[in-house]
């Protein structure tokens, strides 16, 4: 099936400084698509460029496999949900939804009562945007966006304005409310347990490269470079070889199975509720830290151990 | 706290208005002065058509310069504001003007425009024209130099609406599928409002009581309500007459702003 959205060599080069670098990627149709990075990695700018906000220096952006780099932001038919929500002050509730909406038809009319339903705004229609709360702004940021009927919905750090204790549960129902609306969403997010928990894609970008793209299992279980693997999560580094801290156990006699493991020296036992983190020192002085479950937490500081894992956990890098 | 202001607002606003006032109902002596009865003649004058027509045209004049200074200062102010960095000198370059005097630059405004002025000079010049064009002495005259010296007071403020304005609003409008002119009128226009109002307040009003302007530019041709106070206290000497033409002047803004203020209008303040 054709992508939605393509991009082909892009790359946006300021003075002194290129943010995207020869990106090239394809989100299908009805995806979630996340674009996961550090801040300054060019996920922003790659955001702002298909959005039409900025232009690319070189390579071509495609929409529904038409080139679209020269349509200005009103002509293309995707809409962004800014991570201030950058809703109008002077509008209402309402008034903000049906911003994009070009004439005011029945139509119209029932699709704003329905995202208006879609999104738990009623009884807030006439209110100013500043007479409602955080949660309640987002949700009309993206009933507007979504008011337009976009090809692709692009969301830049939709959550980072929310409360922590919210976040969780909104990341939840952006899923849900993406499934339900059945549009195309490409998400920036600089947060990789959102991005693994919403995504149906991941790319992960790194100094305006995109390093890699997946599913989210693909990515933190078959990380293509060492960057992608530790930014999706701890990675304990032995002989060369990368494994995840839950992948890593932990015995007292050597193992006897085929498998990858090198003798330590318990360093930390750490309790931490729902598991155990056992820091243990190899002889090459590396502090390396095994997950286990609470029944593997009766090693002590000093306690000479073997670290052991599946062969198949071990993370191997392309470059 | 407010005992000083009070007492300063007291000496320098409410003793001269209340002198003001009480000359307003006083009778014009034999010699120019001030004498008894007290009488509201000096009102009931005010309604010749003479004089109303004067009023009328100072509105006319006042309301014409304010629509001009928001057409020319809008573009301008949205222009500094966008400016990035060299801003801030753009915009001491339009309050430059105000390191001369008034009376100066509208004197340089006569060279420029009379018959023998820099600007009919060249039309001639060029073969442009054969007689001079009458530039000077007329309403137009009047109008070119109240815009002149009133546009900073329309770019400062909406200046300062417009750089506050958030760079992601005209973002978003656009990106909901507004053209530019359509993001112009249902996103920046609004939210300029306060700028728009306040600029168009402190252009109006002082334009409205100019008197320095019609006198030079105008020839005496085109009188407004500020010549005519002018005249009064001066040539006509009829100070009573002149009292009354400057309270019901200060009255009739003053009640306009209230009108503005009771529709709702603080909010765009």
Known sequence: MEPVLELRQVSKRYPGHEAVRELSLQVPRGALFSLLGPSGCGKTTTLRLVAGFEQPTTGDIYLNGVRINSLK???RNV??????YALFPHLTVR??????????????????????????LEGKEDRRISEISGGERQRVALARSLAVAPEVLLLDEPLSALDPKLRKQVRAELRSLQRRVGVTFVLVT????????????????????????????????????????????????????????????????PPTADVGSIPATVRETIFLGNCIHVEAELEDGEVVVAEVGWQDGRFARGDRVYLWWDRADELRFTE | MLAP??????????????????YSFLTRGPYGGLSEPWTLENYVRLADPLYLRIVARSFRIAAVTTALCLLLGFPLALFLARSGRRKHLLLALVILPFWTSYLVRTYAWMFLLRDTGLVNTLLVEAGLIEQPLPLLYNEGAVILGLVYGHLPFMVLPLFAALERLDRSLIEAAADLGARPLQTL??????LARPGLVAGALLVFIPCLGAYL????????????????????????????????????LMALVMLGLAVFLRRGGERFL
């Open chain 2, 5 to 22: 202001a009070a007492v300063w607002m007291a000496v320098f606003v409410a003793a001269p208005l209340g002198v003001v006032a009480a």
């Open chain 2, 213 to 248: 302007t019609p006198d030079l530019l105008g020839g005496g041709k085109t009188v407004m309500v500020g010549n005519l106070i002018q005249n009064q206290f001066t040539a006509a000497r009829d100070w009573p007459f002149g009292a009354a033409v400057s309270l019901a």
């Open chain 1, 190 to 253: 600089h947060d990789q347990e959102e991005a693994l928990s919403i995504s149906d894609l991941i790319g992960v970008m790194n100094q305006g490269r995109l390093e890699q793209v997946g599913e989210p299992r693909e990515v933190y279980q078959r990380p293509r470079t060492r960057f992608v693997a530790s930014f999706l999560g701890a990675v304990n580094w032995v002989d060369g070889v990368g494994v995840r801290p839950e992948a890593t156990r932990i015995s007292s006699t």
């Open chain 1, 95 to 120: 008034g903000n939804i049906e911003f994009g909406l070009r004439r005011r038809t029945a139509e119209a009319e029932r699709r704003v009562r329905e995202l208006i339903e879609l999104m738990h």
């Open chain 2, 185 to 190: 009128f249902r996103v920046v226009l609004p």
């Open chain 1, 73 to 75: 932001p009103y002509e």
């Open chain 1, 79 to 84: 809409s962004t949900v800014f991570q201030n």
